[in-house]
């Protein structure tokens, strides 16, 4: 099983109601990094975030109007990423998840990935990866003020499935571009919505009415079609001559047609940074084994990193059962303060399921929940700082996991 390591850099209050400054976050980050290099973790994946959520609490529609503090202070992932290289010798760098649709969209980006590593692999020796994760963007506010917004009052109708859209469209460009293609608006695929892309006949036939009245339509559509979000003439991004086996893409979508659709352009991996179903995963592997892009080799299954929250207890002082009582307390109070945050009320429910997709416990509970809910090939990304900003205790956290739980799961000896 591989392990690699979640950073999410969330400046709000931990179950104790301290928040650190953002000069405390980042240096605590990098500490972390540096540790994670040392302990042999595969890839160092960091959150992405953009604009103040505080401020956009105050708003019409605020995302998580009871979430205090910033949800992650990442803005510009590639400062980051140069800087994580920087301080470390093996540990390789990823997005968990950059915005395609925000910081200039799809082309702006691309040209950062072939600037970056036209830098990064300068060097003839380097062989560590810079791991691009890209999606739509953790919350639709983030994207609006760079235009992603209804254009018409067909769109308004049509925006939870046309949002969507816009990012495979996005996705599209982006990838052609990395891939060193020469390409114009004209040359990418159009947004033509029909029944199959809603979750109810309900909610196709109210956009579909919109189509007939707004535009006038005497026949009933089985296909609507929308106008490019983005134009332009022929463009190729530079610098072209940079290394790209140093480059892996990861999806952070879990849409069928999309999977199948980036594939067809260059290989990209999945993610599963949510509370996915087993058999949604199992489909997703089934389905890549067949759809991968060849350029990628095989389809494995460490291609689909999985998000895990730890809370291991290996303190000193305690023994076996009193770690185990203790992972559970420190759990329970995380998951309380982060279900409050996000909803306002405490629903011992939700609660409940988050601690379901955790592992807490002690050193060997925690290795044989791993063992029992995951395939032994898997890739897992390890989250410890959820909530918690005791730098001491995350890398203590951090370094029981590694020189202890994953030799357990690996079959290894502990020192």
Not at 59 to 86: I, W
Not at 121 to 133: A, F
Request: glycine residues 6%; hydrophobic residues 40%; proline residues 4%.
């Amino acid at each position: 099983m591989d392990f690699d390591i979640f950073f999410s850099i969330s400046q709000t209050p931990d179950s104790s109601g301290y928040k650190p400054s953002e000069n405390e976050m980042f240096s605590n980050f990098f500490e972390q990094v540096e540790l994670a290099d040392e302990l042999g973790f595969g890839v160092g994946w960091v959150a992405q975030a953009h604009l103040s959520t505080e401020i956009q609490k105050q708003n019409k529609n605020p995302v998580v109007p009871h979430y205090p503090g910033e949800v992650g202070l990442c803005t510009d992932f590639f400062q980051l990423a140069r800087e994580m290289f920087s301080r470390t010798k093996k540990i390789e760098v990823g997005s968990a998840v950059m915005s395609i649709l925000a910081s200039g969209g799809p082309i702006a980006q691309a040209e950062r990935v072939g600037a970056f590593l036209a830098l990064h692999g300068l060097n003839p020796d380097e062989k560590r990866k810079l791991h691009i994760g890209f999606s739509a963007g953790r919350f639709e506010f983030m994207a609006r003020p760079y235009g992603i917004i209804p254009r018409d009052e067909l769109e308004e109708e049509a925006w939870p499935v046309l949002r969507g859209q816009i990012f495979s469209e996005a996705s599209e460009i982006f990838l052609r571009l990395i891939k060193g293609e020469v390409i114009s608006s004209e040359m990418i695929s159009k947004t033509r919505l029909d029944s199959s892309y809603f979750r109810t006949e309900e909610e196709w036939e109210k956009v579909r009415d919109a189509a007939i009245r707004i535009r006038n339509l005497e026949d009933v559509p089985e296909i609507i079609e929308f106008n490019n979000r983005y134009n332009f003439e022929q463009i190729r991004t530079i610098p072209q001559d940079w290394r790209r086996e140093l480059l892996n893409l990861v999806l952070g979508s879990h849409d069928k047609r999309l999977q199948n659709k980036v594939n067809e352009i260059i290989p990209v991996q999945v993610f599963n940074l949510s509370i996915t179903p087993p058999e949604v995963i199992e489909e997703t592997h089934k389905r890549l084994e067949k759809n991968y892009h060849v350029d990628g080799g095989s389809w494995r299954r460490n291609m689909m990193p999985r998000t895990v929250m730890v809370f291991v207890n290996d303190e000193e002082g305690l023994n076996s059962t009193e770690r185990s009582e203790a992972a559970k307390r420190e759990a329970k109070l995380s998951l309380t303060t982060y279900w409050n945050a996000l909803d306002g009320t405490i629903d011992p429910s939700k609660i409940e399921k988050a601690a379901n997709n955790a592992v807490i416990g002690n050193v060997e509970e925690v290795a044989t929940q791993i063992i029992e809910r995951f395939h032994p090939e898997d890739r897992i990304m390890c989250w410890f700082d959820f909530f918690n900003h005791d730098n001491e205790r995350v890398k203590r956290n951090m370094s029981a996991f590694m020189s202890k739980v994953s030799k357990i799961i690996n079959g290894e000896k502990n020192e």
